[in-house]
């Protein structure tokens, strides 16, 4: 069965520090992978996407970038946070063989920025 | 306008009570989902639908394309209904891969 893991589970981090979150999915090949942020008092916003390895869309400009280095492990990151990163980051993978098919949501990151 | 509109924001009702949220979108969509998170945050996808309607135990969701309009409806609830009932479209983003747009949620409460 697949599996996808997020990590760290939570993370408190100063301004203008760096940022690394990882996403792996395990029991797939070639997944549709994404980021959401889901920031407080707002709903989920998508970040990220991606089809393929290198493969890479953002959906909203920001400071914050993704990575997909091997078929199953995505990768969000900063170079320098800001407070209005602070948030709930979720990743999520799709089968992505038709327009149609379910998006299955990893347990999320905690982020707060101080 | 948000292109996703739930309502209600917050829906408190007593156990056993027949519960209806709705979801009302603006832009041509592929899927819609139902997604149930919890309050630790963690996301379970209940439905997709791209149209009619579908039953999972308690749960049942309709969707009508024509209206733009799509309502999840919880049978017989129970307190561990007790979530944040959230509805995503998905758009055709031209890559073949459908990122979501999600509505703010309905926080819902179920007393015993």
């Known amino acids: 069965s697949q599996t996808i893991h997020q990590w760290p589970a939570t993370l408190v981090q100063p301004v203008g520090s760096p940022l690394s979150l990882e996403c792996t999915v395990e029991?797939?090949?070639?997944?549709?992978l994404y980021w959401y942020r889901q920031a407080a008092g707002r709903g989920l916003q998508l970040l990220f996407y991606?089809?393929?390895?290198?493969?890479i869309s953002s959906e909203v400009p920001q400071n914050l970038s993704a990575s997909r280095p091997q078929d199953r492990q995505f990768i969000l990151s900063s170079k320098k946070l800001l407070l209005s990163d602070s948030g709930f980051y979720l990743c999520?993978?799709?089968?992505?063989?038709?327009?149609?098919?379910?998006?299955?949501f990893g347990p999320g990151t905690r982020l707060t920025v101080l | 306008k948000n292109e996703v509109e739930q309502s209600p924001q917050n829906l408190t009702a007593q156990e056993g009570e027949f519960i209806t949220i709705n979801c009302s979108y603006s832009?041509?969509?592929?899927?819609l989902h139902w997604l149930q998170q919890h309050p630790g945050g963690g996301i379970v996808s209940l439905f997709m639908?791209?149209?009619g309607k579908k039953k999972h135990g308690r749960l049942i969701a309709t969707i009508n394309i024509q209206e733009k309009h799509s309502s999840l409806h919880i049978t017989a609830s129970h307190p561990r209904d007790s979530a944040v009932y959230i509805c995503?479209?998905?758009?055709?983003?031209?890559?073949?891969?459908?990122?979501?747009?999600f509505g703010k949620g309905t926080h819902l409460i179920i007393q015993p």
């Open positions: 029991g797939t090949s070639n997944p549709n």
């Open positions: 999520a993978w799709s089968a992505g063989l038709s327009r149609t098919d379910t998006q299955y």
């Open positions: 995503a479209v998905g758009k055709y983003s031209g890559g073949g891969a459908d990122g979501l747009t």
């Open positions: 991606s089809v393929g390895i290198g493969q």
């Open positions: 639908l791209s149209s």
């Open positions: 832009v041509g969509i592929s899927a």
